[in-house]
Structures are given as structure tokens and as C-alpha cells.
């Protein structure tokens, strides 16, 4: 709920400081009612509370307002439409991790063979810098460091590894 609110007030280039708050929305209130029931020379003591009452049932229908907008049809944010959206935007991305996926869960169910593990760990370090990068990153260039930087550590790894184990690799 609070999503949809958020994008809509942006659609309909809203502030947020723009929303009446308890304070205000009473202060609103009560000079709409006071312009509606036509009352600017009449204390509002002098009237009495059943007075005032029927007088806003009948005259402002129970004392609804609205505010007043100069569209008649107004944007409204979907989530529907806003997740179609990111999908098209990021469709590269999400086909580059699938790639990626399928090939590494492919060459990691494959049979272990001395001397291709540094490959598994590199792949490892590209797959895991691609969904990083894609949950942190929000520039090509920021998600290209966040890949780098998982490739590097993947290196890392098998060089520590070489120097550790070398009848491994």
C-alpha cells in the first residue's frame, strides 16, 4: 500500500509536506465549512451543536472535502504495470544471470576432473558478482565494479588454494 501511495503521489507530482497532517487537515476543515455554510459573521458559540449539525448534513452532505485537482483523470501507479516496467529495464540483466545459471549449474554438475576447479571458482565469482551486482548495483558501471570485485575474490580463492592444495588443481 504504502508503494502504490508513493509512486502515485509521484505521478501526480505530489510532496509528500503537501499531505495534510492532523492539524492541518482540522485547520482545512473548518474554513471549508465556514466558506460552505456561509457562517464568517455568526460566532461559531452562538450556534448550537444540533443547529451546526443538521446544517452540515443537509448543506455539505456530512462535511466531505476534497481537494481539487485540475486533471480529471488522474495517473494512478500499478504495480502490475511498474513490475512490466523493471522487468523490460532490466531484461539483460535477468537474461544475463539465466545464462550464467544454466551454464555454471551445467558445468558444476558435470564430473569433478583434476585441474578445473580454478574454472568452477572463477564461474562461481562471475554468477555470484552478476546477482550482487543486480541486487545492489543501480549503474552499469557500479554493478561492473561489484562484478569485478567477485571475480577478483573468485582469483583470489583459487590462487590460495594452488598455493595450499597443489595436488588439487
Known sequence: MWLRTHFTMTLRQRHP?????QHRAVIELAVVMQTELDIHDVHPSLLREKQLRERVDKELKGGAISYA???ADLPT??????????FRKERWWFSAIVTMSVFCSTFWMAPW?????????????????????????????????????W????????????ISYPYIL
Open 151 to 162: 571475480c577478483i575474490i573468485s582469483a583470489i580463492v583459487v590462487i590460495g588454494c594452488k
Open 17 to 21: 509536506d503537501d499531505i495534510s497532517g
Open 77 to 86: 501507479y500499478s504495480i502490475k504495470t511498474g513490475l512490466k516496467a523493471w
Open 113 to 149: 576432473r583434476p585441474g578445473t576447479f580454478w574454472f568452477w571458482c572463477w564461474t562461481f565469482g562471475i554468477w555470484l558478482g552478476q546477482v550482487w551486482a543486480f541486487c545492489i548495483g543501480t549503474t552499469n558501471g557500479s554493478r561492473a565494479l561489484v562484478i569485478l570485485f
Open 69 to 71: 485537482y485540475s486533471k
